[in-house]
């Protein structure tokens, strides 16, 4: 019979939590690989972010010109 596991400890589980938050796992070649995840802001992308609640003035100074919504984008 295989050996029981044993159960973590509030040390060990902490650590386990904090990992998942941090990292996520990827498959390359085959294998595992445990990467950083993407930043997320109230986990939601942060480009998708910016798209969602930034206005245009502020879109213009940060040169995210193809973020910008107009009426004119088939050049009328």
Avoid: S
């Avoid at 990292?23 to 986990?43: A, E, H, S, W």
């Amino acid at each position: 019979m295989a050996k029981a596991k044993r159960k973590l400890t509030a040390r060990e589980k902490a650590e386990k939590k904090r990992r998942r938050r941090e990292y996520m796992t990827i498959f390359v070649n085959g294998k595992q690989k445990r990467v950083k995840r993407p930043p997320t802001i109230d986990g939601i992308d942060a480009d998708e972010f910016i798209r969602r609640n930034a206005d245009p003035i502020w879109l213009h100074q940060n040169e995210l010109w193809e973020d910008i919504d107009g009426d004119d984008k088939e050049g009328k």
